[in-house]
């Protein structure tokens, strides 16, 4: 009995024994399972399936998942940079220090290195008809006639800033705007500043009417110039009006009130007059090239201010330009005349990343046909090369 006992006592401690291991296995696998759920909802997260957590095969993303991540991370890209360039739009100038005696100087041009006041040229971009811009769009890029004259006269007011280079790609614009942008070039030259202009592809008209008044002038040989004349375009929509049954009754003050309107024939008076207007309008126009390129021969002169456009090489060798070349040749030129061995060109700062910001807008605007009539209604005198 007593050996009996012996052995159950051995076989209970063996059961025991196994059922602490079946209870340490069962805890085992468990604490796997739990584990398994806590990474499989780690990878469901992170767009992770199954398959992709054998070490073997390479971790796939499913189009989805891949599509959302780009969506977010385009969409979060483009808030910091819309807060930051509003910061940077809004953000204060320059403010001058009492104790320095730096009254006058204008900081907004800067150059890219640590040194703010480092001498250089502010380089100025004429781009597309030069006139005033009537959009009011808060997307528009700044390009009016007036924006122009605006970083005219700061280049000209800022103490680092020895020489200008008009950066011109323009068939020319009105002749008020045109006019504007040739008087401060004029007062930036009495300010002591240099300008060079370089032509691009086309400096004509009103465009080759502003580079008068710079003290050197730069174009590629291929480049189109000249076109010095005037264009005054009346539009004329009896016609159409007709076929439709439209008519407009103008009730005006004296019978050249409505002269160029495009609702009625103009009459051979008003040919008279406004013919006039273009002809005075020519004569300024004649007077300015005459001041600016005074070493032009004078049958030279006659013959190729007719409205005719001309290449860089033809103008180069008349004299209405001086130097044949792009824009390096424009910036040496710049920093010869200002003194200055190797020109750097200044940036202005706030201006830059306004261009950056709005220039994704600068194709959304769009007329419509109140705006588009009002237009073919209102002739505009030009210094404009049109086909």
Not at 99 to 119: H, T
Not at 169 to 187: F, K, M, R, W
Not at 263 to 271: H, L, N, Q, V
């Amino acid at each position: 009995m007593s050996e009996n006992k012996e052995d159950l006592n051995q076989d209970n401690t063996s059961m025991t024994g196994w059922e602490q291991k079946l209870k340490e296995k069962e805890k085992t696998d468990l604490s796997f399972t739990e584990k398994n759920v806590e990474t499989e909802g780690v990878n469901t997260v992170f767009g992770l399936d199954k398959e992709e957590q054998k070490g073997a095969e390479p971790v796939r993303k499913s189009p989805k998942n891949r599509s959302n991540f780009w969506f977010f991370l385009l969409l979060f890209s483009f808030c910091i940079s819309a807060v930051c360039g509003v910061y940077l739009t809004v953000k204060p100038g320059m403010s001058c220090p009492k104790q320095n005696n730096c009254a006058g100087k204008n900081f907004s041009f800067a150059s890219s290195k640590k040194d703010k006041q480092s001498e250089g040229l502010a380089w100025i971009k004429v781009r597309g008809a030069i006139a005033e811009n009537s959009d009011s769009s808060p997307f528009s890029m700044p390009s009016s006639a007036s924006y122009i004259s605006k970083r005219i006269r700061e280049a000209a007011k800022a103490e680092n800033v020895k020489a200008i280079v008009l950066d011109i790609n323009s068939p020319g614009g009105t002749v008020a705007s045109v006019q504007d942008i040739h008087a401060e070039i004029l007062a930036a030259k009495e300010k002591g500043k240099k300008v060079v202009a370089l032509f691009r592809d086309v400096a004509a008209s009103g465009a080759f009417y502003i580079a008068m008044a710079a003290d050197q002038i730069v174009a590629e040989p291929g480049t189109i110039t000249g076109s010095v004349g005037v264009i005054m375009q009346a539009g004329n929509v009896v016609g159409l009006f007709n076929k439709l049954g439209i008519s407009v009754t103008p009730i005006t003050s004296g019978k050249y009130k409505d002269i160029g309107s495009a609702y009625r024939p103009m009459t051979d008076a008003e040919k008279a007059i406004l013919q006039d207007m273009v002809d005075d309008t020519y004569e300024q126009f004649l007077a300015a090239v005459k001041a600016g390129r005074p070493n032009v021969k004078p049958e030279d002169m006659a013959a190729y201010t007719d409205g005719r456009i001309f290449t860089g090489q033809r103008a180069f060798q008349l004299g209405f330009i001086d130097k044949l070349g792009g824009e390096e040749t424009a910036r040496l030129l710049a920093g010869e005349l200002a003194g200055l061995e190797d020109p750097k060109i200044l940036s202005q700062k706030t201006e830059g990343i306004r261009e950056l910001l709005f220039s994704f807008g600068s194709g959304m605007e769009g007329k419509n046909l109140a705006k588009q009539l009002q237009s073919m209604n209102t002739p505009s005198v030009s210094y404009l090369w049109v086909l």
